[in-house]
């Protein structure tokens, strides 16, 4: 008998801390929006931040907002329909095209980087498409003096694998982990390749039109995107437009433009199987054993599931997180480059999740 009393009690005491948990998780998300928008306003009055944030909970919009201007010049402000460059937010749809071509038996991941790339050089022999996709090749990165036609003229794909085709590697492939955007422009070249499409076709018909994004895609750097917002840099206390560089020295690394209602929908797609099959999600989210680095996505495991990735450009920065786990979504967009978008990111996070922002929080 008082075994038996013991364990109910017990189980009576789970059940009670359950349900406090779950009432003091519903009364988080009725405060969250307000206590979220002070924490982000109290960043943009100091002139750190410029952008839009959204952040989103088992699949609905809990709190989205926009900051400062899109066009300084002009006071034109931001929106939450404003587009912004990803930078390097953009690796993750490369990933994910591998991926498809990968489900639609045009690639295998463990084949070697030659079967695609017959001019591969023999010290690339060893390198797979998966240590590509993962940073785990050993191919050297890019520095200012690397690209021999400066960085403000176009490159054809050739010319951009060129400037790094014939160094050497940085070490042996599969041993290390080093974060370039080299391997990221072969992996371009790849999609190409094997698509017959060019990268921003790929994109276009594979991943933005059948998720509805249309407010998504990957521009040359003269186009004009319709609600672009302008990207700027400090000059002491003051504004500047950023540094100009063209954009294929970004293609497959970089360069995809988008809004945070769009990126809203590529997670929720994440979570289904209108791209990928789960396998092949799985694989994305699969960190490697150096780098903890899935395909375009960094993987914590503790003190949560946590998949995110940050980008930084000339005149823009961005942060992305997802919480799989307790089906969260975090996104922030700025067009000044040195916003802190991690900072604001993982503070709303922290917010959302344990009630508190984190201690390095700003």
Request: hydrophobic content about 40%; charged content about 20%; overall charge neutral.
């Amino acid at each position: 008998m008082h075994k038996c009393f013991h364990v109910s009690n017990r189980a009576e005491v789970a059940l009670i801390a359950l349900v406090l948990g779950h009432a003091a998780f519903a009364q988080n998300e009725s405060t969250f929006p307000s206590k979220a928008d002070q924490y982000v306003s109290s960043v943009a009055n100091q002139r750190k931040f410029r952008g839009a944030v959204l952040v989103a909970l088992k699949g609905k919009m809990l709190f989205t907002k926009s900051y400062g201007n899109a066009v300084e010049a002009w006071n034109v402000p931001n929106t939450i329909e404003t587009k912004f460059e990803l930078a390097s937010l953009t690796k993750q749809f490369t990933g994910a095209a591998i991926l498809q071509l990968a489900q639609a038996g045009k690639l295998q991941l463990e084949n070697r980087v030659s079967v695609y790339y017959p001019q591969a050089p023999d010290s690339w022999r060893d390198i797979t498409v998966d240590e590509l996709v993962r940073h785990t090749s050993g191919l050297p990165n890019n520095e200012m003096n690397d690209f021999s036609k400066g960085i403000c003229t176009p490159y054809t794909r050739e010319e951009l694998i060129a400037t790094f085709r014939s160094r050497p590697l940085a070490f042996k492939p599969g041993t290390h982990w080093a974060y370039t955007n080299t391997e990221y422009y072969l992996l371009a070249y790849i999609i190409e390749r094997l698509s017959g499409q060019s990268y921003e076709e790929y994109l276009t018909k594979n991943i933005f039109q059948p998720l509805g994004m249309n407010d998504s895609g990957f521009a040359s750097t003269l186009s004009l995107v319709p609600r672009m917002a302008e990207g700027y840099a400090r000059d002491g206390e003051r504004l500047r437009h950023r540094d100009y560089f063209d954009r294929s020295l970004e293609i497959g690394a970089g360069g995809v433009y988008s809004t945070v209602t769009d990126m809203m929908r590529w997670s929720a797609a994440l979570d289904s199987e209108i791209l990928l099959k789960r396998p092949w999600v799985d694989v994305m989210f699969k960190p490697s054993s150096a780098g903890a680095y899935g395909y375009g996505w960094f993987v914590e495991t503790k003190p949560r599931l946590k998949e995110y990735h940050e980008g930084s450009d000339p005149g823009f920065a961005a942060f992305e997180i997802r919480y799989p786990d307790e089906g969260a979504f975090i996104i922030v967009f700025s067009n000044l480059e040195d916003a802190p978008v991690r900072d604001i990111a993982n503070g709303l996070g922290g917010l959302l999740l344990d009630g508190k922002f984190p201690e390095n929080a700003k």
